[in-house]
């Protein structure tokens, strides 16, 4: 039950117009934050997140970014500064998944696109974020990364994703220690399979859904709003001691991995 953990915070999520971004500002709304909703093609899925903050009865405000682009990004935040006058929390969730090919069959664009989304992109919010949180002269804030639990664990076919996800896995740990004395925490979510566009052919066949959750403990994939409360932990003061880690939400998934050896 909402206890408004994040009252009086504004959050900027990237990729909130569906799945864990979207369920996420809903979350972060019934806490009490305002929220930077954050789309790149679909403004009607990001226009319904809106909605639901506004339902919430905090503010809102939509704005599109390619987040691979680093003028987009700076463009972006000054759009949520200029409407929202600061971002308190920032959850770095937009990205591509992996393109499914083997190494030696990945042309060079496709790896540089989930590169430069997933790891560029993230870099390039935080990097802002951490600017004007110095220019305000105050203390604290969260950065939250969505990765995965492919930032530790790899998938054959998944080299573009893997390497990126594993990036930003180091990226959030060099932050924790450079943003410690600003008392700003950084952390990874790393979920495992959730019901997002992401699987939207598992969410769209039974069968398949079960074919790929049988090596997931809780025999499940996780909603989006279980991950989302998870980030409203790492949102609010109740997570102040903890930075730098990652934490897996995944049914058990990286600890049955070595089952059937």
């Not at 369920?23 to 009490?32: I, M, S, V, Y």
């Not at 305002?34 to 093609?41: G, K, M």
């Not at 899925?45 to 506004?54: H, I, K, N, P, S």
């Not at 102040?240 to 059937?260: C, E, K």
């Given at each position: 039950?909402?206890?408004?953990?994040?009252?009086?915070?504004?959050a900027?999520?990237t990729?909130?117009?569906?799945?864990?971004?979207q369920?996420?500002?809903?979350?972060?709304?019934?806490?009490?934050a305002?929220?930077?909703?954050?789309?790149?093609?679909d403004?009607a899925?990001?226009?319904?997140?809106?909605?639901?903050?506004?339902a919430?009865?905090?503010?809102?405000?939509?704005?599109?970014c390619?987040?691979?682009?680093?003028?987009?990004?700076?463009?972006?935040?000054?759009?949520?500064?200029?409407?929202?006058?600061?971002?308190?929390?920032?959850?770095?969730?937009?990205?591509?998944?992996?393109?499914?090919?083997?190494?030696?069959?990945?042309?060079?664009?496709?790896?540089?696109?989930?590169?430069?989304?997933?790891?560029?992109?993230?870099?390039?919010?935080?990097?802002?974020?951490?600017?004007?949180?110095?220019?305000?002269?105050?203390?604290?804030?969260?950065?939250?990364?969505?990765?995965?639990?492919?930032?530790?664990?790899?998938?054959?076919?998944?080299?573009?994703?893997?390497?990126?996800?594993?990036?930003?896995?180091?990226?959030?740990?060099?932050?924790?220690?450079?943003?410690?004395?600003?008392?700003?925490?950084?952390?990874?979510?790393?979920?495992?399979?959730?019901?997002?566009?992401?699987?939207?052919?598992?969410?769209?066949?039974?069968?398949?859904?079960?074919?790929?959750?049988?090596?997931?403990?809780?025999?499940?994939?996780?909603?989006?709003?279980?991950?989302?409360?998870?980030?409203?932990?790492?949102?609010?003061?109740?997570?102040?001691?903890?930075?730098?880690?990652?934490?897996?939400?995944?049914?058990?998934?990286?600890?049955?991995?070595?089952?059937?050896?």
């Open positions: 039950m909402a206890d408004g953990r994040l009252q009086g915070k504004v900027l999520i990729g909130s117009d569906s799945g864990i971004g369920a996420t500002a809903e979350e972060f709304a019934k806490e009490g305002d929220v930077v909703v954050v789309y790149l093609h403004r899925g990001a226009d319904t997140t809106r909605l639901a903050v506004e919430a009865g905090q503010r809102a405000v939509v704005v599109q390619d987040i691979s682009d680093e003028a987009a990004v700076e463009a972006m935040f000054d759009e949520a500064l200029k409407t929202l006058g600061a971002v308190d929390i920032l959850m770095n969730n937009a990205g591509v998944d992996a393109s499914g090919q083997d190494v030696a069959d990945l042309p060079t664009e496709v790896f540089d696109k989930a590169i430069r989304t997933n790891l560029y992109g993230t870099f390039y919010c935080c990097r802002r974020y951490v600017q004007e949180r110095k220019a305000e002269g105050g203390q604290g804030g969260k950065i939250i990364n969505v990765t995965s639990v492919h930032e530790e664990i790899p998938n054959a076919g998944g080299s573009d994703y893997d390497c990126s996800k594993g990036a930003v896995r180091n990226l959030t740990r060099t932050l924790a220690l450079e943003l410690a004395p600003l008392r700003i925490n950084v952390n990874n979510l790393a979920p495992g399979m959730v019901l997002t566009p992401f699987n939207q052919p598992a969410i769209d066949d039974p069968d398949l859904l079960d074919e790929q959750v049988q090596s997931i403990p809780f025999k499940r994939a996780a909603r989006p709003a279980e991950i989302a409360r998870l980030a409203v932990f790492l949102a609010s003061s109740d997570s102040d001691y903890v930075t730098g880690s990652s934490y897996y939400m995944d049914g058990g998934l990286m600890r049955n991995l070595g089952q059937g050896a």
